[in-house]
């Protein structure tokens, strides 16, 4: 009877009955989402800002000449980059596939490497190697535990456009770039800032825009900030 007596009033109820239905559709929510979360996710991110030191052409010094090991260069950069656990499972050397080495390369085949020094190692179990020629950097390790980073300074004779690559392969894992592209960043947020091309008012632009320009441009600071 008390049973039936509660049936009834929560069946009369629109609110008791929609609060139920929503508890139970969050229920399923979070059975499906928990075990993803749970999934053990091996990756490595990096990062990459270059900063452009001495170009011959530009300069301001009467009769400056660069030179490298007795031969003349036109340009000095120095690229800055961090590479760090950005997954939830501890990442070793055996992680990495055989052949497929962790190795970083300029896209530009022009770009020359004249050296490359370790930063910072966030952990001394990391244990950071490396062996570089003119065209790529190889890197060794031990392991890195969950947030682990290291921060690598490359000098080489590419300009602020150069961009570095991190190859590699890992064993049911991956290699993610998280560079921030200033000049794309800032054009998304140009078009979503214009009302009259998506046709929003002033108040709903504002309610879904700022949050997302606020939240990208705090990544931007971020991920660009001055290494230490």
Partial sequence: MFMKTIATWISENPYIAAAGLIATFLGLIIAIITPIIQRKRKQLHYTISTTLLVEEKISNIKNLEIFFSGE?????????????????????????????????????????????????????????????????????????EKK???????????????????????????????????????????????????GLSHKTLSIFTIPMITTTILKMLYFNRKRK
């Fill in 72 to 144: 003349k260069i036109q340009k000095l950069s120095v690229t800055n980059i961090k590479i760090w656990n950005g997954g939830n499972a501890l990442i070793d050397c055996n992680d990495i596939y055989a052949g497929h080495e962790l190795t970083l390369r300029a896209d530009d085949s022009n770009c020359l490497i004249l050296g490359v020094d370790i930063a910072k190692q966030s952990a001394d179990t990391i244990q950071c190697q490396i062996d570089n020629s003119s065209e790529n950097i190889k890197l060794l390790f031990q392991t890195f």
């Fill in 148 to 198: 682990d980073y290291i921060l690598l300074n490359i000098y080489h004779t590419g300009d602020d456009n150069t961009n570095f690559k991190l190859l590699g392969k890992i064993k049911d894992g991956k290699i993610l770039d998280k560079t921030i592209d200033v000049d794309e960043t800032l054009s998304v947020l140009m078009k979503l800032t214009s009302a009259s091309s998506i």
